[in-house]
T-cell receptor, first 112, second 115 residues
């Protein structure tokens, strides 16, 4: 089973920041936090990942608490196209075939 | 931007028939995956493939399923004797294998409908 807990749904107004929380209280020291999203039954799309430090890329920012037991994905200026299911996944990082285990995720609805 | 392509986008088949779903991973990627998603349910891992052999498989991936990479570019999923419960979206994914990034690139999926 997925080792993360996410709220089933969230709403966000277009143009505002969307802050998606994830609880991973049993995360191990060698496990990374990954975020993917799935827009209406399309293939999942990678967003960002991190281990300890906060990360930022062109899509989002990832804030990981100091104890690593939770994290927040931030979409700084949500658009209607960001409406999707967002998955928080913890995953051991090895130079191999370590798989992703998807949970139910958070359905983010961005409204005008 | 390179992408994973899957064919067909939608296939309808009769129960008991064999189905082959095809995927062209991103060039130079080394790790290949199949996932499936039954309507309204979670994305589920089926199998991973590396160096021309299965590296990991889930309980779902039983003898009914097989994968191969016949020509160095295509990566196929064969489902023998399809059942109604095999109806799902099947997603192929690939990963480069360089560095330690776990970013998987997914295709748009093949929708399988078993009647």
């Amino acid at each position: 089973d997925a080792k993360t807990t996410q709220p089933p749904s969230m709403d966000c107004a277009e143009g505002r920041a969307a802050n998606l929380p994830c609880n991973h209280s049993t995360i191990s020291g060698n496990e990374y936090v990954y975020w993917y999203r799935q827009i209406h039954s399309q293939g999942p799309q990678y967003i960002i990942h991190g281990l300890k430090n906060n990360e930022t890329n062109e899509m989002a920012s990832l804030i990981i608490t100091e104890d690593r037991k939770s994290s927040t994905l931030i979409l700084p200026h949500a658009t209607l196209r960001d409406t999707a299911v967002y998955y928080c996944i913890v995953r051991v990082e090895v130079s191999g075939y370590s798989t992703l285990t998807f949970g139910k995720g958070t359905m983010l609805l961005v409204s005008p | 931007e390179p992408e994973v392509t899957q064919t067909p986008s939608h296939q309808v088949t009769q129960m008991g028939q064999e189905v082959i779903l095809r995927c062209v991973p991103i060039s130079n990627h080394l790790y290949f995956y199949w996932y499936r998603q039954i309507l309204g349910q979670k994305v589920e891992f089926l199998v991973s493939f590396y160096n021309n052999e299965i590296s990991e498989k889930s309980e779902i991936f039983d003898d009914q399923f097989s994968v191969e990479r016949p020509d160095g570019s295509n990566f196929t999923l064969k489902i023998r004797s399809t059942k109604l419960e095999d109806s799902a979206m099947y997603f192929c994914a690939s990963r480069s294998g360089t560095g330690n990034t776990g970013e998987l690139f997914f295709g748009e999926g093949s929708r399988l409908t078993v009647l």
